[in-house]
C-alpha cells in the first residue's frame, strides 16, 4: 500500500479537484451534526437556566454562553469531529469529553479572571456536563439515522493489492463504525486487474488511481 501523491502541475490540479469534491460531499453530514451540537447546547442551557432560577441562584449570561457554545463548535471542527470519519468509538469519545471539559476550563478560567466565578461557577459546571452528556446521545442519534439513511460514510480507494492492503480491507469491514468502504483497489501488477481483493475490485493501476480515481 502506499500514500497518493503529485508529481506534476496537471495531476496536482486533479487532486485539489478530487479534495473540493469530497468536502462538498460530506458537507450535509457535517452540517447535520453541526445543528445536533447546537441543539444539544441550546437544550443544556434551557435546563440550566431552569434549575438556577428554581434554586434563586444567579443566572446564566447567555450572550457569553452562546459565545463559548461557538468556541466549543470551533474545537471541534478542528478536531475533526464533523463528520469524523475514520475515527474509533474510543478515540471520538476522548475528542469529545476531553474537548468540552478544555472549554469548561477555559470559561471558568476567564470567569475567574473577570472575577464572576462564584456567582457562576455552578451554572457552568452544570451546563457544560449537560452538554457533554447531550451531545453525546444526539451525535449518536443523528449518526444512527443518516447511516440508516446510507447517507453516513465514505467510500475510499485502496492503494496496492498484496497483504497489507487485503488485511486493511478486512479491518475497515470489521470496524464499521469507521464508516469508510472500500470500494475499489489498485495495483500496478497487470496481472491482478479484474480480480477480487478481499471482495474488492482491483481496477487499474496506480496512475490510474491519481489521474482518474473513482472515488473523490
Same mark, same amino acid.
Given at each position: 500500500m502506499g500514500l497518493r501523491s503529485s508529481s506534476s502541475p496537471g495531476l496536482g490540479v486533479s487532486v485539489d479537484r478530487s479534495t473540493r469534491a469530497l468536502r462538498l460531499s460530506e458537507l450535509p453530514q457535517s452540517l447535520s451534526l453541526v445543528l445536533?451540537?447546537?441543539?444539544?447546547?441550546? &437544550?443544556?442551557?434551557?435546563?440550566?437556566?431552569?434549575?438556577l432560577g428554581a434554586t434563586g441562584r444567579p443566572a446564566l449570561n447567555w450572550s457569553d454562553s452562546l459565545i463559548w457554545v461557538g468556541f466549543w463548535i470551533l474545537w471541534r471542527a478542528y478536531q475533526g469531529l464533523y463528520p469524523g470519519y475514520g475515527r474509533s468509538p474510543q478515540t471520538e469519545l476522548r475528542l469529545h469529553t476531553v474537548?468540552?471539559?478544555? &472549554? &469548561?476550563g477555559a470559561q471558568l478560567?476567564?470567569?475567574?479572571?473577570?472575577?464572576?466565578?462564584?456567582? /457562576?461557577?455552578?451554572?457552568?459546571?452544570?451546563?457544560?456536563?449537560?452538554?457533554?452528556?447531550?451531545?453525546?446521545?444526539?451525535?449518536?442519534?443523528?449518526? /444512527?439515522?443518516?447511516?440508516?439513511?446510507?447517507?453516513? @460514510?465514505r467510500s475510499i480507494s485502496v492503494i496496492g493489492a498484496g497483504q497489507t492492503a487485503a488485511l486493511t480491507i478486512a479491518h475497515l469491514r470489521s470496524k464499521p463504525a469507521y464508516r469508510l468502504n472500500p470500494v475499489v483497489a489498485y495495483d500496478?501488477?497487470?496481472?491482478?486487474? @479484474?480480480?477480487?481483493?478481499? @471482495?474488492?475490485?482491483?481496477?487499474?493501476? &496506480?496512475?490510474?488511481?491519481?489521474?482518474?480515481?473513482?472515488?473523490a
Open positions: 445536533g451540537d447546537l441543539l444539544s447546547a441550546a &437544550l443544556a442551557l434551557q435546563l440550566t437556566s431552569l434549575f474537548g468540552t471539559v478544555q &472549554l &469548561l478560567a476567564a470567569a475567574f479572571a473577570v472575577h464572576q466565578l462564584a456567582p /457562576s461557577a455552578l451554572g457552568l459546571v452544570l451546563q457544560w456536563g449537560l452538554i457533554l452528556v447531550l451531545a453525546l446521545l444526539i451525535r449518536y442519534g443523528l449518526r /444512527s439515522l443518516l447511516i440508516r439513511g446510507g447517507q453516513y @460514510g500496478d501488477n497487470p496481472a491482478l486487474h @479484474g480480480t477480487l481483493l478481499e @471482495g474488492v475490485p482491483i481496477v487499474g493501476t &496506480l496512475d490510474d488511481a491519481l489521474n482518474a480515481p473513482r472515488t
